[in-house]
Nanobody
């Protein structure tokens, strides 16, 4: 079993930056992908970014491409999301997710965002990001 703990959310003005962290513990050897999913009030979950933990290959949603960067520190079992040039529409609860699922990167990201959570995946408690105009 994998446990995830997020940190780094907060409030920032448009154009500002934040860095989210997600630390994994437990059966981390089982993780193939880690990433970030967000949910704004009244909206559906949306994939943000995903990283293949063994190779470092990354995926970004079009809405954040060029502004957000996902990275990992394997020694610390931690994934980061550096968010720059933040916009009010980035306001959401950001959830870290880890999955043993295999497959194409974008397909896994969409699965995490759009399908009901299943017991094979791990989710953090969420961290709130608020961007004011």
């Amino acid at each position: 079993h994998v446990q995830l703990v997020e940190s780094g959310g907060g409030s920032v003005q448009a154009g500002g930056s934040l860095r989210l962290s997600c630390s994994a513990s437990g059966s981390t050897y089982s993780i193939n992908y880690m990433g970030w999913i967000r949910q704004a009030p009244g909206k559906e979950r949306e994939e943000v970014a995903l990283i293949y933990t063994s190779g470092g290959v990354t995926y970004y949603a079009d809405s954040v491409k060029g502004r957000f960067t996902i990275s990992q520190d394997n020694a610390k079992n931690t994934v980061y999301l550096q968010m720059n040039s933040l916009k009010p529409e980035d306001t959401a609860m950001y959830y870290c997710a880890a999955t043993p699922t295999t497959g194409e990167l974008k397909a896994v990201a969409l699965m995490l965002a759009r399908q009901p959570r299943n017991s094979a995946d791990a989710w953090g408690q969420g961290t709130l990001v608020t961007v004011s105009s």
